[in-house]
Each structure stands twice: as C-alpha cells, then as structure tokens.
C-alpha cells in the first residue's frame, strides 16, 4: 500500500545525542534499523523531533547520510528541510538529493509569517532540488497556516509538492483538500488525531511513537486500514493519552523518555530544552508501559 516513499509510516527519528551531547551516530543508525525491522516504512531524519534547530550544519547533514546508509531497501528516507529561508531549505534539499534520499519534508518558511505569496514561492525554489516535496502545515509553531486553498495554490505552481503532513488537528481538513487536489497525499502527522486521519483518507503518518513502540503503532494503522475498527479502538483508547504528548511542546523529551522507558535510547536532549519534571515522567512512563502491554 505505501508505493511512495512518504506513504505508510514513517517515524520521525529524534536525534541521538551521548551524555556530552554530541552526535551518538552508530546508535541513531541501529534505530533507523529496528525501525524497518519492526513494521515501519521509512524515517524522518533533521525534523521537528530531531531538533534540527540546535545543529551544526556538519551533524545535519551527517544525519541525512547515516539514516540513508543505515535504510534497508525499501525502506524510505524524507529527510527534515525546513530553514529560516527558501535559500537555505533548498541548499539541505540538494543535500538530501546527494545523499540519495526519496523526499523531503518541509514547511514554509519559518520564524517569518509570510503571505500566500511568499509561501508559493518557498516551495518553488525548494523545488529547485528536483525531489518531490511533503508540505508540512504545522500553523501552531510557524504561524503560517497552509490551508487547503492555499494548498491548492501551491500545487498549481510547484508539481513536485506531492504531499502534506497536516498537523492542524482539524480531522475536516482532509476532506477539504481532496476536493480541492486530489492528486495530493494527506499525511496525518499529529498521532493524536491518527485514526480520525486515517478514516477521513490519508495514506500515510508520519508519527513520533512508534520510535518506542513501532508493533503498537504498526497494528494499529493497519487495524484501520484494514477496517478492523475494534481492535484499532482498543489500541488507541490506550494509546490516546500518550500520543495527545506528540502535540506538546515537550513532545521531544517525551518521546525520548518513551524510548529509554521500553529499554531503548532516546537520551538527553540540547537547550533550550531542557529534563521533564517528575510528574511528567512518572506520567509518559505509566502510559508507555501500559501501551506496551498491547504489543
């Protein structure tokens, strides 16, 4: 079902930093590949949750190169591009292009509000790159929200944008741009509201849980899709107070802690990002545990 590349489930891979902080490449690489062993379709390297603000642009593109090194085949990489600036989004979309990713991620251009105009004309000259391009409309942290019309707009001017990763949390939005573009693929990108995505016809999530529990995940996006509606509700009932975490500003720390709990690394992360307070981690630790369960 996922014959593209930013199809299925892609995870959104944090960035693997040892105690001293700096970059833990061999174990970023051995988690891109238990992700493809245990369900998942493909990763997202230098995004959101790789908290590709605080890094250097040499251990940027070193993540591209070891998450497509570490890919099986099959096993798609759409690496993070999102900048300040069209310039630079497009410089680490060559980059990905070099590395021999399938695609990139993008969202307009950040920390500017910029009109639909300005937004056309990021996307065009990312474009430049020549790999097919996932919009991300994340309208909370960049201020710029890519509705469906504009969308629409988008598509007309830069064929290449192909997808969308909507993290909106409006569950009618997927209606809204398959009238408008249906050529388009909706992506549901906040796990959180998964299922509602699902039903309403995207083709893919890019997800932030299944780093700590990709079998969980993996059944149930396949439990929908496959219209087993029962056991997908079991699974997200449990799950639901756990994912409403990806939509949290801390959303970083609790996915890493989520990974360390089931016995994986996700480590420290860099400021201004700073350790959870203890209540949180007693919380994240409870509902990763009782998610495990349903393994």
């Not at 930013?6 to 995870?11: D, K, L, T």
């Not at 001017?157 to 409006?170: E, R, W």
């Not at 909706?186 to 998964?194: E, L, N, P, Q, R």
Request: glycine share 8%; net charge negative; with cysteine.
């Amino acid at each position: 079902m996922n014959t593209q590349p930013w199809q299925g489930i892609v995870v959104a891979v944090p960035t693997l930093f040892k105690e001293d902080l700096s970059l833990d490449l061999d174990a970023f690489q051995e988690h891109v590949g238990w992700l493809a062993e245990n369900g998942c379709h493909g990763v997202t390297p230098a995004g959101s949750l790789g908290e590709y603000q605080v890094l250097t642009e040499r251990e940027r593109k070193d993540l591209i190169l070891a998450a497509v090194e570490a890919a099986p085949k099959g096993f798609s990489v759409v690496p993070g591009v999102s900048a300040y600036g069209a310039d630079e989004a497009l410089r680490w979309s060559e980059e990905a292009a070099k590395a021999g990713a399938a695609a990139v991620l993008c969202q307009p251009p950040n920390s500017y509000r910029a009109n639909d105009q300005e937004v056309i004309e990021h996307f065009k000259r990312v474009a430049g790159a020549g790999l097919p391009i996932m919009a991300y409309n994340n309208p909370v942290d960049n201020r710029v929200d890519l509705t469906p019309e504009l969308l629409y707009e988008v598509a007309e001017v830069v064929p290449l944008v192909v997808a969308i990763k909507d993290f909106s949390g409006n569950v009618t939005r997927p209606y809204q741009i398959k009238e408008l573009t249906p050529q388009i693929d909706i992506i549901a990108g906040m796990d959180g509201v998964v299922v509602e995505l699902l039903l309403a016809g995207a083709t893919g999530w890019l997800a932030g849980f299944p780093n700590s529990l990709p079998q969980v995940c993996a059944k149930l996006y396949h439990s929908v899709l496959d219209g087993d509606l029962k056991t997908a509700m079991e699974i997200y009932d449990t799950a639901q107070l756990l994912f409403l975490w990806d939509a949290n500003h801390q959303f970083v720390q609790a996915i890493k802690l989520s990974m360390d709990v089931v016995g994986r690394y996700g480590g420290p992360v860099r400021l201004p990002r700073t350790a959870l307070d203890a209540p949180a981690e007693e919380e994240i630790t409870r509902l990763t545990l009782r998610l495990a369960e349903l393994a």
